[in-house]
């Protein structure tokens, strides 16, 4: 079974400038969550998807992340404009279901560095 | 709000040694609580989890017991090998609202022959 896959792997980019990732979950988990990983910290949701509607999405930053998942299954998040702190590595996960004990399969992340 | 404190690192120690990392945390009610490992280069991997109060996870020799009355569910493991080298998540899921994963900020393990 294919795992969680994630692009690009790494990414830089200046402070203002615009980037997206993208994530393909494992085939048939109707859940998607996006995490940010800061250096030194654990990961923190930022965006939890059901099939193509949006569950949590409390710690967005509305202001400049944005995210979607067209027909519930591949997602993208985008960060326009980047600013310094948003460097770090951004997880996707997926899950059968978002509830009870189906786990949270994660991807192996894109790590971005905003100069 | 949900939180999970966790041992700072990083640890080093010698193969064969025995390991214990620290985790307690606040929740309401009773939450799942996991063990999460990250190697280097890949991404986090579920290694055990515990549903309720007592109860013991155990995957590839490591064990956490959900310790309800101290809020604890310290990661061990009797022997460790040079493969164990990497980041290790403490981590509960709250059973209310959306069920979300609330993280550690993770200790990094070095073992060294």
């Known amino acids: 079974e294919a795992g969680v896959a994630q692009s690009p792997r790494y990414k830089i980019i200046e402070k203002r400038q615009s980037v997206a990732f993208w994530c393909n979950p494992i085939s048939g988990h109707a859940t998607l969550y996006w995490y940010q990983q800061i250096l030194g910290q654990g990961p923190k949701l930022l965006i939890q998807?059901?099939?193509?509607?949006?569950?949590?999405d409390s710690q967005l930053p509305k202001d400049r992340f944005s995210a979607e998942r067209l027909k519930g299954v591949d997602s993208t998040l985008k960060i326009q404009p980047a600013k310094l702190e948003d460097s770090a590595v951004y997880l996707c996960?997926?899950?059968?279901?978002?509830?009870?004990?189906?786990?949270?399969?994660f991807g192996p992340g894109t790590r971005l560095t905003v100069t | 709000g949900d939180s999970v404190t966790q041992m700072e690192g990083p640890v080093t120690l010698s193969e064969e040694a025995f390991l214990t990392i620290n985790c307690t945390y606040t929740a309401t009610g009773y939450p799942s609580l996991f063990w999460y490992v990250q190697y280097p280069g890949e991404g986090l991997q579920l290694l055990l989890k515990?549903?309720?109060?007592?109860d013991k996870g155990s995957n590839k020799g490591f064990e956490a017991t959900y310790r309800k009355e101290t809020t604890s569910f310290h990661l061990e493991k009797g022997s460790v090998q040079v493969s164990d080298s990497a980041v290790y998540f403490c981590a509960l899921r709250s059973n209310f609202g959306n069920e979300k994963l609330t993280f550690g900020t993770g200790t990094r393990l070095t073992i060294i022959p």
């Open positions: 515990a549903t309720k109060a007592d």
């Open positions: 996960a997926s899950s059968l279901a978002p509830r009870g004990r189906y786990e949270q399969y």
């Open positions: 998807f059901q099939n193509n509607g949006v569950v949590d």
